[in-house]
């Protein structure tokens, strides 16, 4: 089936999905709007595919087959991830508690200026 600009649903979320595993960064959200466009013209580039930019069968099949480069995130995938952005609890309570103060110092001073806004 041809998808193209202005079409959505699930064969565009397999679309996108597909033209992710290239690392075109999608969100999938089945609705080929211009990122998907764009997307596409680089995709047909990648796997040899020339057209416009619209996904038709031959496009579609090609990204299908293209392995998936990353596998699922598991538990401990998870926690690798997470020590590699905080070194330890104590520094992961310490940015929490920093950010919680931020939010709430945001949304004191906002309180502060609303009735000079409307005034």
Same mark, same amino acid.
């Given at each position: 089936m041809l998808l193209k600009q202005g079409d959505s649903g699930e064969g565009v979320r397999s679309l996108q999905r597909g033209l992710n595993k290239l690392g075109c960064i999608l969100l999938i959200d089945g609705s080929f709007g211009p990122g998907t466009r764009d997307a596409v013209i680089d995709g047909r580039v990648a796997v040899r595919k020339p057209?416009?930019? /619209?996904?038709?069968?031959?496009?579609?099949q090609a %990204? $299908?087959?293209?392995?998936?480069?990353f596998p699922p995130l598991t538990p401990a995938g998870v926690t690798f991830i997470a020590r590699a952005e905080v070194s330890g609890p104590? /520094?992961?309570?310490?940015?929490?508690?920093s950010g %919680? $103060?931020?939010?709430?110092?945001?949304?004191?001073?906002r309180n502060r200026l609303r009735p000079a806004l409307r005034g």
């Open positions: 057209g416009p930019p /619209e996904a038709d069968d031959a496009l579609q %990204l $299908a087959a293209l392995p998936d480069p104590r /520094e992961y309570r310490e940015i929490q508690e %919680l $103060a931020e939010h709430r110092e945001r949304h004191h001073d």
